[in-house]
């Protein structure tokens, strides 16, 4: 079974410049998370997917990113324009459906610098 | 609120000594517990979790878990440890109050010393 799939694995870009991330879940999963998790800390939940539409938001900074996932499986994070701290690595999980007893799987994430 | 407490930055252990990273919740509801664990630049990955039934729970590697509901704890456990092990593992909760949205600690980094 193939494993959550994210692109770019690394990023370095400059503060007030745009950024994109992609995703691809796990076959048949209908729930995905967006996740920002900084160096030393657990991961903090940025957006929850649930086939395509919008479950959880709340930590979102929607004046800067934004997520879409249009099909229900594909889904791209958004930035623009970067700060600072942004530097971070954002992982991408998903699972079976948002039920409380259901694992994630996580994706290898994609570590952005913003210098 | 709903929280997790890892109260142990790192743990150093000998290969071949049994192992321990602790962890403590607080959640007013029942709780639905997991472990991950991170190797270095990759995701994290499920090792255990608990739901209900018997409180030792057996995962991935060898590991294990006591949930034990009187000390609020959920304690990750190895008879013994490989220097394959180290890695950061994480504690997280879920529960209705957090509207099943997953509380992570901060996370316990294990050194298996040779």
């Known amino acids: 079974e193939a494993g959550v799939a994210q692109s770019p694995r690394y990023k370095i870009i400059e503060k007030r410049q745009s950024v994109a991330f992609w995703c691809n879940p796990i076959?048949?999963?209908?729930?995905l998370y967006w996740y920002q998790q900084i160096l030393g800390q657990g991961p903090k939940l940025l957006i929850q997917?649930?086939?395509?539409?919008?479950?959880?938001d709340s930590q979102l900074p929607k004046d800067r990113f934004s997520a879409e996932r249009l099909k229900g499986v594909d889904s791209t994070l958004k930035i623009q324009p970067a700060k600072l701290e942004d530097s971070a690595v954002y992982l991408c999980?998903?699972?079976?459906?948002?039920?409380?007893?259901?694992?994630?799987?996580f994706g290898p994430g994609t570590r952005l610098t913003v210098l | 609120a709903q929280s997790v407490a890892q109260p142990e930055d790192q743990v150093n252990v000998a290969e071949g000594n049994p192992l321990t990273v602790k962890c403590t919740y607080s959640?007013?509801?029942?709780?639905?517990l997991f472990w991950y664990v991170q190797y270095p630049n990759r995701g994290l990955q499920f090792l255990l979790k608990?739901?209900?039934?018997d409180n030792l729970v057996k995962g991935s590697y060898g590991f294990e878990a006591e949930f034990n509901k009187s000390q609020t704890s959920f304690h990750l456990k190895k008879p013994s440890a490989l220097v394959s092990d180290s890695a950061l593992y994480f504690c997280?909760?879920?529960?209705?109050?957090?509207?099943?949205?997953?509380?992570w600690g901060a996370g316990t980094k294990l050194i298996i010393k040779p």
């Open positions: 999980a998903s699972s079976l459906s948002q039920g409380p007893y259901n694992e994630q799987f």
């Open positions: 076959s048949g999963h209908a729930t």
């Open positions: 997917f649930q086939n395509n539409g919008v479950v959880d």
């Open positions: 959640v007013s509801g029942n709780p639905y």
């Open positions: 608990y739901i209900t039934g």
């Open positions: 997280a909760v879920r529960d209705m109050d957090s509207n099943y949205q997953l509380i």
